[in-house]
């Protein structure tokens, strides 16, 4: 379980959020993304050359806000440290596409891997270690 079961069922509830990873200089860096949860891990992809890879290549540690998608404007944050993978890479993209896209059959494309391959892309695997946030307004 993330948090407490109100924020436990809020994450699983939702699709987006913004990261925050921190530069070498210790200044924060924020990207909005899609997200996806396995467990108790929350997973989004990247590339290598994106400022998300390279931070937590340098500092593992991130806060990852989830947000609501409209009214009441709940949230949650999820504090803690995250891993960059490349196993499992197609498997974990259409588990990330299938929350992101709200449809749960939806199969990758043919030649999808070689894509993800040829982009360099990555999957962040978030582990919390602190879960704050607000949720039940309204």
Same mark, same amino acid.
């Given at each position: ?41 929350? %997973? ?20 990852? $806000?989830? %947000? ?8 949650? $944050?999820?504090?803690?440290?995250? $891993?960059?993978? =490349? ?9 990330? #596409? =299938? ?5 749960? #059959? ?14 360099? =892309? ?13 949720? #039940?307004?309204?």
């Amino acid at each position: 379980m993330l948090g407490n079961a109100d924020q436990d069922k809020f994450i699983s509830s939702q699709r987006w959020g913004v990261v925050t990873t921190l530069r070498r200089d210790g200044s924060p860096a924020n990207s909005v993304i899609f997200y996806a949860r396995v467990g108790d891990e929350l %997973l989004f992809s990247t590339t290598m050359d994106r400022i998300k890879a390279k931070t937590i290549a340098h500092d593992a540690r991130v806060a990852l $806000t989830v %947000l609501d998608e409209g009214a009441p404007f709940r949230y949650v $944050t999820v504090e803690g440290k995250a $891993t960059l993978h =490349r196993d499992n890479l197609l498997a974990d993209h259409v588990l990330i #596409n =299938r929350a992101m896209r709200a449809e749960p #059959n939806w199969e990758a494309p043919a030649g999808m891997l070689e894509r993800l391959e040829k982009e360099q =892309r990555v999957v962040a695997r978030v582990t919390a270690e602190r879960v704050s946030g607000v949720v #039940n307004r309204g």
